[in-house]
């Protein structure tokens, strides 16, 4: 295997070169193949998702210009019996995507793109608003969204690997919040799994981000794995 990944989609969607190292930890020789690889690739950026338990690896990130952006937190739970959806749940449909979008352009500002000022907040902000639309349109996932009157005050994103749901996105319209919205769409998620026999649950959040991590915690989840996202620019 190559000890980089050229990402075509991120290359396209930013404007830049864009890679991924290949691997979770560091060492002089594979810095030595990165950079190479990068060389040979005009590579701008090169994400890297590092072990959080190689001492090496923090070291030499930090000796060699790769940029921290993101703790990377991977919370599961076990399911057991189904539980009720909460009320007005309902499926996203085609029609509620502008409402979508705005709330996904606006209620992910703890992510890694925002925390690199190589990377516009419009950007972000996009990449976010693409992501939704994606999931609408996918056939395999699931966008439950919260109505109220008939307006959409929040959605949750499902996707499904084996036996377990995975939640991808979370976002409340920022006039609703503070009413438990972003719990009741969770119990929806949690719902949705659990009648369809799923074994458990995952979900990705970021370590400065408490709040969504409390949230999970209340539904019993609990903390799996725990790494480091960094962002290498070569032309620095």
Same mark, same amino acid.
């Given at each position: 295997?190559?000890?980089?990944?050229?990402?075509?989609?991120?290359?396209?969607?930013?404007?830049?070169?864009?890679?991924?190292?290949?691997?979770?930890?560091?060492?002089?020789?594979?810095? /030595?193949?990165?950079? !190479?690889?990068?060389? %040979?690739?005009? &590579?701008? *950026?090169?994400?890297?998702?590092?072990?959080?338990?190689?001492?090496?690896?923090?070291?030499?990130?930090?000796?060699?210009?790769?940029?921290?952006?993101?703790?990377?937190?991977?919370?599961?739970?076990?399911?057991?019996?189904?539980?009720?959806?909460?009320?007005?749940?309902?499926?996203?449909?085609?029609?509620?995507?502008?409402?979508?979008?705005?709330?996904?352009?606006?209620?992910?500002?703890?992510?890694?793109?925002?925390?690199?000022?190589?990377?516009?907040?419009?950007?972000?902000?996009?990449?976010?608003?693409?992501?939704?639309?994606?999931?609408?349109?996918?056939?395999?996932?699931?966008?439950? /969204?919260?109505?109220? !009157?008939?307006?959409? %005050?929040?959605? &949750?994103? *499902?996707?499904?690997?084996?036996?377990?749901?995975?939640?991808?996105?979370?976002?409340?319209?920022?006039?609703?919040?503070?009413?438990?919205?972003?719990?009741?769409?969770?119990?929806?998620?949690?719902?949705?799994?659990?009648?369809?026999?799923?074994?458990?649950?995952?979900?990705?959040?970021?370590?400065?981000?408490?709040?969504?991590?409390?949230?999970?915690?209340?539904?019993?989840?609990?903390?799996?794995?725990?790494?480091?996202?960094?962002?290498?620019?070569?032309?620095?």
């Amino acid at each position: 295997m190559s000890i980089c990944t050229l990402l075509i989609w991120d290359s396209e969607f930013f404007g830049r070169r864009i890679a991924r190292v290949n691997g979770d930890t560091l060492t002089l020789e594979r810095i /030595v193949e990165i950079e !190479a690889f990068c060389r %040979a690739e005009r &590579i701008e *950026c090169v994400y890297f998702l590092a072990s959080a338990n190689d001492a090496q690896t923090a070291t030499l990130a930090a000796l060699h210009q790769f940029m921290l952006v993101d703790i990377r937190m991977t919370l599961d739970v076990e399911l057991s019996t189904p539980t009720k959806m909460p009320d007005n749940m309902r499926p996203a449909i085609s029609t509620d995507l502008a409402a979508l979008k705005a709330i996904a352009g606006e209620s992910f500002a703890d992510s890694r793109f925002y925390h690199d000022p190589h990377f516009a907040r419009e950007d972000a902000n996009r990449l976010y608003q693409v992501w939704i639309e994606q999931q609408v349109h996918n056939q395999s996932d699931v966008v439950w /969204v919260a109505d109220h !009157a008939g307006e959409v %005050a929040g959605f &949750i994103t *499902c996707s499904f690997e084996a036996e377990q749901g995975v939640i991808s996105l979370i976002g409340v319209d920022k006039a609703y919040h503070g009413r438990g919205i972003g719990s009741s769409l969770v119990g929806a998620a949690l719902s949705d799994f659990s009648q369809r026999g799923l074994k458990g649950a995952s979900v990705v959040t970021q370590g400065r981000n408490i709040p969504a991590q409390r949230l999970y915690q209340k539904h019993g989840f609990r903390t799996h794995n725990i790494q480091y996202w960094y962002h290498k620019w070569l032309s620095e």
